[in-house]
């Protein structure tokens, strides 16, 4: 009898934590080319002034954390393990960060008229007469975030199982253990058992096991036939 040679249980992909990750760096660039605050101004001596402030002007950083998430995307293929699961921590910080403007924005947090009198560049002398949210695309960037702190979340949790599983199946003790116990319990079933395969064959017999030893668990020798 051969000695097989263990098959290779392949990884999960992390697919959802991907498409999680493509859909909130769409999200956070969509919503950094919309409109998020429209700024009314006049400074008495020209015709009053209106400036359309889009996400990457209201929040700089927006564009670039979408960029940053498809890197990440990469990433996740690239590492496994623990650095997969810092990764994921990454990511659920990255998303946090994304969130705020747009959350900030949406219950009206912050003084909005000056900071886009600021972004606008108005001349010193111009003063802002009202300024006008749009919450479509700050609760776009929200969505978006969310998105990205699920697959983040997903990330640090992902393999868990499987690696203790694992990591239990190639330990040889385990393995030869377990080998043992199948080979018992077939005996107590006799030809109701279902046959073993010939690596639980070859374990059983490491741990000290002869599968073609016909004798029961008592230790008493079974029927034979001559």
């Known amino acids: 009898m051969t000695e097989p040679t263990?098959?290779?249980?392949?990884?999960?992909?992390?697919?959802?934590?991907?498409?999680?990750?493509?859909?909130?760096a769409a999200g956070l660039?969509?919503?950094s080319r919309m409109t998020w605050v429209t700024v009314?101004?006049?400074?008495?001596?020209?015709?009053?002034?209106?400036?359309d402030l889009n996400g990457g002007?209201?929040?700089?950083?927006?564009?670039?954390l979408a960029l940053v998430l498809v890197a990440a995307i990469a990433a996740?293929?690239?590492?496994?393990?623990?650095l997969r699961q810092l990764l994921g921590v990454v990511i659920a910080v990255i998303a946090a960060v994304a969130a705020?403007?747009?959350?900030?924005?949406?219950v009206g947090a912050g003084r909005t008229a000056e900071r886009a009198g600021t972004l606008a560049e108005l001349p010193v002398r111009a003063v802002v007469s009202s300024a006008e949210t749009h919450l479509?695309?700050?609760i776009l960037s929200i969505?978006?975030?969310?998105?990205a702190l699920i697959a983040g979340v997903l990330l640090t949790r992902r393999g868990a199982p499987s690696t203790e599983l694992s990591g239990k199946y190639d330990n040889p003790v385990f393995r030869r253990a377990d080998a043992s116990a199948q080979v018992t319990e077939q005996r107590k079933d006799g030809d109701a058992a279902a046959p073993l395969s010939d690596r639980v064959l070859w374990d059983a017999l490491d741990a000290g096991t002869d599968p073609t030893d016909d004798e029961h668990d008592n230790g008493e020798p079974g029927n034979r036939t001559p």
């Open 6 to 24: 263990p098959a290779a249980r392949p990884q999960a992909k992390p697919v959802v934590p991907v498409v999680l990750l493509a859909l909130a």
């Open 29 to 31: 660039w969509a919503s």
């Open 40 to 51: 009314h101004s006049a400074d008495g001596l020209t015709e009053p002034r209106t400036d």
């Open 57 to 64: 002007v209201w929040f700089g950083a927006l564009t670039p």
């Open 76 to 82: 996740v293929f690239a590492v496994k393990g623990a």
């Open 100 to 106: 705020v403007p747009g959350f900030a924005l949406t």
């Open 136 to 138: 479509a695309p700050a």
């Open 143 to 147: 969505v978006a975030a969310t998105l």
